[in-house]
């Protein structure tokens, strides 16, 4: 057990497990507030356990798990410390540092719920950004009107060929790829996408995506029709594609692969492999979201704001969205206004007044064919002559 890197639930001290199963299920004389299995999702209370999980594991190879100990108690800013010192031994990044952090400190507000635990997510009243600082990631927000051209020359190609896996999978992705362009859904809302449940399609023939609270990650339902292009991919891969899929018939998925339904793991694969071959560098499913944001957001304000909100954010971060685009707006007509100012002054720019390549200087081979120049007056020659 000491050589684990985490430790599960089953692994856990009996206190600790106790406190965890408690937190889940709740307490029957708390009735206001229910256990976390009815208000947080799976995937999340994993993650959670996670955390906590490879916490216990340090204390276990460093000889300080204590078998009496709460959970609670087990938390000390010196052991977290050794076990932050442990994890940047593992060469991870900041960001994978920090989530480590968050997750402990949310699995041990599940189980402490009345405990003072802010010091773990604001080390000496500092942000964990701040106390845990990342190296800026440089990225190409690519315009959503310039990838679309690649989805509709791969969905033109599937629909001359004959039917085959390959041309299937093509079929799936181009509906995939241009949901995630139009609307940004977040990847965990696409893999819980059923028949029946999540699209409609309407009397014109257009098609409608609806994404359930459970399913959201703000927990708030996501409504909006697709377009007629995006329309027309997807019905193409309900006629064409879907039903060709290995057990495309005992599941209600919507998006199949060739092993069943598709997982988290498989969109990303997707994502990446397409957008390696268009862009020439792979990207995953989330990057969608930011494309489809920033595209908007070049285009206006307003739209910076609606685009986020289609994507299922909350109205404070819609807001912040909507500031960042007013500030590049504004940074935007400050250029175009200090542009007309400069040609209406007949103000030079460093770049304009730079001489154009192969284009000789004054100062050089043109002064010489120009012989010499007078010499410039000096500053009482320059003065009126008195009268």
């Keep these: 057990m000491s050589e684990r890197l985490c430790l599960k639930l089953e692994q856990w001290p009996a206190l600790d497990r106790a406190a965890w199963e408690l937190a889940l299920e709740g307490d029957d004389e708390d009735l206001e507030l229910p256990g976390a299995r009815h208000r947080i999702s799976r995937e999340t209370l994993l993650s959670y356990a996670t955390g906590y999980g490879h916490y216990l594991a340090f204390l276990a190879r460093t000889g300080e798990l204590v078998q009496g100990e709460m959970p609670v108690e087990r938390a ?55 106390a845990i600082p990342g190296k800026p990631k440089s990225t190409v927000a690519h315009d959503v009107a310039d990838v679309l051209p690649h989805v509709q020359r791969l969905h033109a190609s599937a629909l001359v060929q004959e039917d085959s896996p390959d041309r299937r999978q093509a079929l799936r992705d181009v509906a995939l790829i241009g949901i995630l362009l139009m609307r940004a859904p977040r990847v965990g809302s696409l893999v819980e996408m059923l028949m029946d449940e999540h699209i409609w399609q309407t009397s014109d023939e257009l098609w409608n995506v609806r994404f359930p609270s459970e399913d959201t990650k703000a927990d708030t339902p996501i409504d909006y029709p697709l377009d007629e292009e995006c329309s027309g991919w997807l019905i193409d891969y309900l006629r064409l594609a879907r039903a060709g899929f290995p057990y495309a018939g005992r599941s209600e998925h919507l998006w199949m692969g060739m092993k069943g339904p598709m997982t988290r793991e498989g969109i990303q694969r ?46 404070e971060v ?8 007013n500030s590049l707006h504004a940074a935007l007509r400050h250029a175009r206004n200090l542009k007309a100012m400069r040609r209406q002054l007949g103000i030079k720019t460093a770049a304009s ?4 390549r192969g284009a000789a200087s004054k100062s050089g081979l043109a ?15 320059r003065r009126s002559p008195r009268p």
């Design 76 to 130: 000390t800013p010196a052991r977290l410390n050794k076990w932050l010192l442990s994890l940047r031994e593992r060469s991870l990044a900041p960001t994978a540092l920090r989530q480590y952090l968050v997750n402990c400190h949310a699995a041990l507000r599940l189980m402490a719920p009345h405990a003072d635990l802010l010091w773990m997510r604001r080390p000496g009243g500092r942000s964990l950004k701040r």
């Design 367 to 381: 002064a010489k064919m120009d012989g010499p120049h007078p010499a410039a007056p000096s500053p009482r020659q």
């Design 318 to 325: 819609s807001a912040e969205h909507y500031a960042e685009a």
């Design 270 to 315: 997707i994502c990446e492999r397409r957008t390696l071959e268009w862009l020439g560098k792979p990207y995953g499913p989330h990057a969608f979201r930011k494309w489809h944001r920033s595209s908007a957001a070049r285009r206006s304000p307003e739209l910076a704001f609606d685009a986020s909100q289609v994507q299922g954010n909350s109205v």
């Design 353 to 356: 007044a730079r001489p154009r």
